[in-house]
């Protein structure tokens, strides 16, 4: 099958197109012919191996982390899926989704709608769902204001529509030329940089009831003057530095299949807009992953690797 991913970790040039034999699917498992895949900043992380070694044995691995597509076979204690069905979610360990067949973990796999299109069912497993734990963890009431750092990005995007429909107010830091595309979604806009604390306090002079932070680092350690408590904050992505600061890690369901279903209902719904701003086929995942490696987008990248 063509795939596409590495076969040592570095930067883009270490990425490829590769020929690969067709997985099988172990327990837990389901196979999958795929239709679109999601693109994350997870890939290129995991590329450059500052997620650990992705590797098996120097093999080489696909890239892309979420997929949707149509069952092709099914692992031997999997229950609940059949051949032929339409389905998305998480890509099982050393399997990629940027290929012709991944592996799909079945517990973080659900049916796709028949009213959810493939470029949408295939960026909910990833960014979607975190938006979706970071709000379940942080358990806001209607009322309660929200600050999203990194708004501007896939996670934040449907944080704030989540928020929104919860009756949230919601503050988000991006840049400037996110502006249009974060206060479409009723997002108060405060430009990253210096001056964030500031610019929040200078609106809401007690600060907010909880931070979702999608950019860690300083940015991070800074974010405690807006809140009464550091447990008010969770962090999707710095658990090095919500630990020294006292924030939390982000805490993810123990049902993914679950909120994948309720995340698709949203959609079709017209509740959430997974903001898809850009479709590549896979000859083109080259530019897919760097679009997202350079923070470009406003919203998720999709790699089309079959139209049917």
């Given at each position: 099958?063509?795939?596409?991913?590495?076969?040592?970790?570095?930067?883009?040039?270490?990425?490829?197109?590769?020929?690969?034999?067709?997985?099988?699917?172990?327990?837990?498992?389901?196979?999958?012919?795929?239709?679109?895949?999601?693109?994350?900043?997870?890939?290129?992380?995991?590329?450059?191996?500052?997620?650990?070694?992705?590797?098996?044995?120097?093999?080489?691995?696909?890239m892309g982390?979420?997929?949707?597509?149509?069952?092709?076979?099914?692992?031997p204690?999997?229950?609940?899926?059949?051949?032929?069905?339409?389905?998305?979610?998480?890509?099982?360990?050393?399997?990629?989704?940027?290929?012709?067949?991944?592996?799909?973990?079945?517990?973080?796999t659900?049916?796709?709608?028949?009213?959810?299109s493939?470029?949408?069912?295939?960026?909910?497993?990833?960014?979607?769902?975190?938006?979706?734990d970071?709000?379940?963890?942080?358990?806001?009431?209607?009322?309660?204001?929200l600050?999203?750092?990194?708004?501007?990005?896939?996670?934040?995007?449907?944080?704030?529509?989540?928020?929104?429909?919860?009756?949230?107010?919601?503050f988000?830091?991006?840049?400037?030329?996110?502006?249009?595309?974060?206060?479409?979604?009723?997002?108060?806009?405060?430009?990253?940089?210096?001056?964030?604390?500031d610019?929040?306090?200078?609106?809401?002079?007690?600060?907010?009831?909880?931070?979702?932070?999608?950019?860690?680092?300083?940015?991070?350690?800074?974010?405690?003057?807006?809140?009464?408590?550091?447990?008010?904050?969770?962090?999707?992505?710095?658990p090095?530095?919500?630990?020294?600061?006292g924030?939390?890690?982000?805490?993810?369901?123990?049902?993914?299949?679950?909120?994948?279903?309720?995340?698709?209902?949203?959609?079709?719904?017209?509740?959430?807009?997974?903001?898809?701003?850009?479709?590549?086929?896979?000859?083109?995942?080259?530019?897919?992953?760097?679009?997202?490696?350079?923070?470009?987008?406003?919203g998720?990248?999709?790699?089309?690797?079959?139209?049917g």
């Amino acid at each position: 099958m063509k795939a596409y991913g590495f076969s040592r970790h570095g930067g883009p040039e270490v990425q490829e197109h590769l020929d690969l034999a067709v997985p099988t699917p172990m327990g837990g498992e389901i196979r999958i012919a795929v239709r679109a895949a999601g693109v994350n900043p997870a890939d290129h992380k995991i590329r450059s191996g500052a997620m650990g070694d992705a590797l098996r044995e120097g093999l080489p691995v696909p890239m892309g982390r979420e997929a949707a597509g149509v069952v092709t076979a099914v692992g031997p204690d999997v229950t609940g899926f059949a051949v032929g069905d339409e389905v998305f979610g998480t890509v099982a360990p050393a399997s990629g989704a940027f290929a012709e067949e991944a592996l799909l973990t079945a517990r973080a796999t659900a049916h796709k709608p028949a009213a959810l299109s493939w470029h949408h069912a295939a960026v909910l497993p990833v960014a979607a769902a975190t938006a979706w734990d970071g709000l379940a963890q942080l358990d806001l009431r209607a009322g309660q204001t929200l600050l999203v750092n990194g708004v501007g990005g896939g996670v934040g995007l449907v944080a704030a529509q989540l928020g929104r429909d919860r009756g949230i107010p919601v503050f988000g830091t991006a840049r400037e030329d996110k502006r249009a595309v974060v206060e479409a979604q009723g997002v108060t806009l405060v430009p990253s940089g210096d001056g964030v604390v500031d610019a929040v306090k200078a609106m809401l002079p007690d600060g907010v009831h909880a931070v979702l932070d999608l950019v860690g680092g300083a940015p991070l350690g800074q974010l405690t003057a807006l809140v009464r408590s550091p447990e008010a904050i969770v962090t999707a992505v710095d658990p090095q530095t919500a630990e020294r600061i006292g924030a939390r890690w982000i805490a993810r369901s123990s049902e993914p299949a679950a909120v994948l279903d309720a995340l698709a209902a949203l959609v079709v719904e017209g509740k959430v807009d997974p903001h898809v701003v850009e479709v590549r086929p896979l000859a083109e995942a080259e530019a897919a992953v760097a679009a997202v490696e350079t923070g470009r987008p406003h919203g998720k990248v999709v790699v089309e690797v079959t139209s049917g």
